[in-house]
């Protein structure tokens, strides 16, 4: 089964770290450029980051300093390391994936929505001030 599942949500207070954890199965991971997208209630789905099968990284202006991505190819793991957290960083976080590099890039980079492989199913992060 082509999956996507996300763990490592939950409560923490405004400068607080947090780090998400994206497991892949049922595709084959190096072929494929992952990303972290989150959702406010109200507001559209943000891509934050995104790292390609060459370990290319980036980043969407909202996150850029505070969250790393980083992946473990052998455990087929996409990680966010979240810190300095900010009560508007509240949202549910979802890894997505696809084997256009150049269509998740464009997501997080300029905000052009994509219909993509894979998702998860989200994990919810609430940081309170």
């Known amino acids: 089964e082509v999956q996507l599942v996300e763990s490592g949500g939950g409560l923490v207070q405004a400068g607080g770290s947090l780090r998400l954890s994206c497991v892949a199965s049922?595709?084959?991971?190096?072929?494929?450029?992952i990303g972290w997208f989150r959702q406010a209630p109200g507001k559209e789905r943000e891509g934050i980051s995104c790292?390609?099968?060459?370990?290319?990284?980036y980043y969407s202006d909202s996150v850029k300093g505070r969250f790393t991505i980083s992946s473990d190819n052998a455990k087929k793991t996409v990680y966010l390391q979240m810190n300095s957290l900010k009560p508007e960083d509240t949202a549910v976080y979802s890894c997505?994936?696809?084997?256009?590099?150049?269509?998740?890039?464009?997501?997080?980079?300029?905000?052009?929505?994509?219909?993509?492989?894979?998702w998860g199913q989200g994990t919810l992060v609430t940081v309170s001030s």
């Open positions: 049922g595709f084959n991971f190096d072929d494929y450029t």
């Open positions: 997505g994936a696809d084997p256009s590099r150049s269509t998740v890039r464009r997501w997080v980079l300029f905000g052009h929505h994509a219909n993509l492989d894979v």
């Open positions: 790292i390609s099968s060459d370990g290319s990284t």
